[in-house]
T-cell receptor, first 112, second 118 residues
Framework: KQEVTQIPAALSVPEGENLVLNCSFT??????LQWFRQDPGKGLTSLLL?????REQTSGRLNASLDKSSGRSTLYIAASQPGDSATYLC???????????FGKGTLLTVNP | GAVVSQHPSRVICKSGTSVKIECRSL??????MFWYRQFPKQSLMLMAT?????????EQGVEKDKFLINHASLTLSTLTVTSAHPEDSSFYIC??????????????FGPGTRLTVT
């Protein structure tokens, strides 16, 4: 059974800092990995999706890497802003028709 | 594109009553819809997967007679929590997926529905 772990559970940083969020998964046989953002009381917004054959994806200040063999992914946020404050969720999928398995998320607070 | 809505966003109901939550794909046809439940500081747990026109497939431990799912059209799925109890209070999120090869094959999530059972 796939298990997804995210460390740290919570992170507080001053504005402008670069930061890294971590995600690990127990079964390396994944189809893709996705990072989401969830604001309090809201649904999920997809940030980045990495296919199993890819090593990283970038969107603006966000960069996600994937090391499938070691079962790890990182989400790098450059020059953090207060608007980045949210919970960041990592999810993996075993195949195109398979369900997403989520981690518990990392609650990020960026202080002005 | 690929917008999913949910209604209502918040609902409070009394113990023993039933409540219906709607999930709509606004600009694409969703052949598959997923229903998740999220407790505070916990990850999203998949409850069931429904394909349009078919019976939903429930995850282990989810009572199908308590959580009724209907996916009668390509743009609408409903989740009905029957005989709700306080322990059913949670955040319910749906997601929708289109057809392969049509650019909407990944899951797109709705904004969620906060259910409080008193």
């Amino acid at each position: 059974k796939q298990e997804v772990t995210q460390i740290p559970a919570a992170l507080s940083v001053p504005e402008g800092e670069n930061l890294v969020l971590n995600c690990s998964f127990t079964d390396s046989a994944i189809y893709n990995l996705q990072w989401f953002r969830q604001d309090p009381g809201k649904g999920l917004t997809s940030l980045l999706l990495i296919q199993s054959s890819q090593r990283e994806q970038t969107s603006g200040r966000l960069n996600a890497s994937l090391d499938k063999s070691s079962g790890r992914s990182t989400l790098y946020i450059a020059a953090s802003q207060p608007g980045d404050s949210a919970t960041y969720l990592c999810a993996v999928k075993k195949g195109s028709n398979y369900k997403l398995t989520f981690g518990k998320g990392t609650l990020l607070t960026v202080n002005p | 594109g690929a917008v999913v809505s949910q209604h209502p966003s918040r609902v409070i109901c009394k113990s023993g009553t039933s409540v219906k939550i709607e999930c709509r794909s606004l600009d694409f046809q969703a052949t598959t819809m997923f229903w998740y439940r999220q407790f505070p500081k916990q990850s999203l747990m998949l409850m069931a997967t429904s394909n349009e026109g078919s019976k939903a497939t429930y995850e282990q431990g989810v009572e199908k007679d308590k959580f009724l799912i209907n996916h009668a059209s390509l743009t609408l799925s409903t989740l009905t929590v029957t005989s709700a109890h306080p322990e059913d209070s949670s955040f319910y999120i749906c997601s929708a997926r289109g057809q392969p090869g049509q650019g909407t094959y990944e899951q797109y999530f709705g904004p969620g529905t906060r259910l409080t059972v008193t």
